[in-house]
């Protein structure tokens, strides 16, 4: 996430990925230690590196900053914050937890539904020298190596004012990144090609789960039922995903009972569209030139979501 809870191309992992490859191989963690790294971001994938992660920061093992979001009850519209450089977005950060529950009581105070989470890593969008964070390294592999892209990609692209679209894209990046360099990478290593497909799976699977939940909830608040029926059967709908969310191992009843907005559209801002990212690269080989693709239409367009729409359209014709 931008400002973390996750931009724009041509390298990639400096020593994050050098520092899970050591960890795979049982030896010293050192920057830019293994020269696979390079080669992985650089020539295979095209992300924008440049300096980023080459530090080592070490913070509070609770969270680097916390993000408020909120949205109106009554719709699935998120409440939108002004940025200058990239525009509108539907969070705000805040370093104190105590700030952040100060904004988010003055957002519950006129009838929004709000959600305050934590955030373990940021990008800076190619700014600056992103440091690797101590609340990041510790991660288990696979889930480093998918922060680490996901980042690297907001410094490859970022659209203003999309943060949806951002934030799924650089979850797709970050995902089939950790893929191509556990399976067929430098850090290849069987057990976690494996954890990084299943990981991908999960990830998508409860992208669709709710998905539907939003659909339903959105024809739902088409309708303006008075406010009674409305909440009981948004209460009905949510309970009935989290029970989808539950069986499948996607999720827990607290993801999304009691209903909040604000909560469901934070979480879909990283899971939104997935299938069809994931469907202008559906093998290994083709993550690449996807990504450069995905960069190349979505960066230039007003609606990046149709830009891969038309991408994946244009696949299929052949």
Same mark, same amino acid.
């Given at each position: 996430m931008w400002?973390? @809870?996750?931009?724009?191309?041509?390298? *990639?992992?400096?020593?994050?990925?050098?520092?899970?490859?050591?960890q795979a191989c049982g030896g010293p963690v050192e920057p830019r230690q293994h020269p696979g790294v390079d080669r992985l971001g650089h020539q295979r994938l095209g992300l924008h590196v440049g300096?980023?992660?080459?530090?080592?920061?070490?913070v509070p093992q609770d969270a680097t900053v916390y993000v408020v979001s909120?949205?109106?009850?009554?719709?699935?519209?998120?409440?939108?914050?002004?940025?200058?450089?990239? =525009?509108?977005l539907p969070y705000r950060g805040f370093f104190e937890r105590a700030?952040?529950?100060?904004?988010?009581?003055?957002?519950?105070?006129?009838?929004?539904?709000?959600?305050?989470?934590?955030? *373990?890593?940021?990008? @800076?969008l190619g700014w600056f020298a992103d440091p690797l964070l101590s609340t990041v390294a510790t991660e288990p592999p696979v889930a480093v190596a998918e922060t680490v892209l996901h980042e690297l990609w907001h410094a490859t692209l970022f659209v203003p004012g999309e943060a949806a679209f951002n934030e799924s894209a650089a979850t797709f990046a970050g995902h089939? !990144?950790? *893929?191509?360099?556990?399976?067929?990478?430098?850090?290849?290593?069987?057990?976690?090609?494996?954890?990084a497909r299943s990981r991908w799976a999960a990830t998508r699977a409860r992208g669709r789960v709710l998905g539907r939940l939003a659909g339903r909830l959105r024809r739902l608040y088409a309708g303006s039922p008075p406010p009674p029926v409305r909440e009981r059967t948004r209460a009905a709908l949510c309970r009935a995903a989290a029970a989808a969310l539950a069986r499948r191992g996607l999720g827990g009843r607290e993801d999304l009972v009691?209903?909040?907005?604000?909560?469901?559209? =934070?979480?879909? *801002?990283?899971? @939104?569209?997935?299938?069809?990212?994931?469907?202008?690269?559906?093998?290994?080989?083709?993550?690449?030139?996807?990504? =450069?693709?995905?960069?190349?239409?979505? !960066?230039?367009?007003?609606?990046?979501? !149709?830009?891969? @729409?038309?991408l994946a359209a244009r696949r299929e014709r052949g």
């Amino acid at each position: 996430m931008w400002g973390r @809870t996750g931009d724009n191309r041509p390298h *990639i992992c400096h020593w994050q990925i050098a520092k899970l490859a050591a960890q795979a191989c049982g030896g010293p963690v050192e920057p830019r230690q293994h020269p696979g790294v390079d080669r992985l971001g650089h020539q295979r994938l095209g992300l924008h590196v440049g300096e980023a992660y080459s530090t080592f920061a070490e913070v509070p093992q609770d969270a680097t900053v916390y993000v408020v979001s909120a949205a109106r009850q009554d719709r699935l519209e998120a409440h939108l914050w002004r940025y200058p450089l990239v =525009g509108r977005l539907p969070y705000r950060g805040f370093f104190e937890r105590a700030d952040a529950d100060a904004a988010a009581r003055r957002l519950a105070a006129r009838d929004l539904d709000v959600d305050v989470r934590p955030a *373990i890593a940021f990008s @800076t969008l190619g700014w600056f020298a992103d440091p690797l964070l101590s609340t990041v390294a510790t991660e288990p592999p696979v889930a480093v190596a998918e922060t680490v892209l996901h980042e690297l990609w907001h410094a490859t692209l970022f659209v203003p004012g999309e943060a949806a679209f951002n934030e799924s894209a650089a979850t797709f990046a970050g995902h089939r !990144g950790a *893929i191509a360099f556990f399976c067929a990478g430098p850090g290849r290593d069987p057990a976690r090609c494996v954890e990084a497909r299943s990981r991908w799976a999960a990830t998508r699977a409860r992208g669709r789960v709710l998905g539907r939940l939003a659909g339903r909830l959105r024809r739902l608040y088409a309708g303006s039922p008075p406010p009674p029926v409305r909440e009981r059967t948004r209460a009905a709908l949510c309970r009935a995903a989290a029970a989808a969310l539950a069986r499948r191992g996607l999720g827990g009843r607290e993801d999304l009972v009691p209903p909040n907005n604000a909560r469901l559209l =934070g979480d879909l *801002i990283y899971l @939104t569209g997935l299938d069809a990212f994931e469907g202008l690269a559906p093998g290994d080989a083709d993550l690449a030139p996807a990504l =450069g693709a995905i960069a190349a239409s979505a !960066g230039e367009s007003r609606d990046p979501f !149709g830009a891969v @729409t038309a991408l994946a359209a244009r696949r299929e014709r052949g």
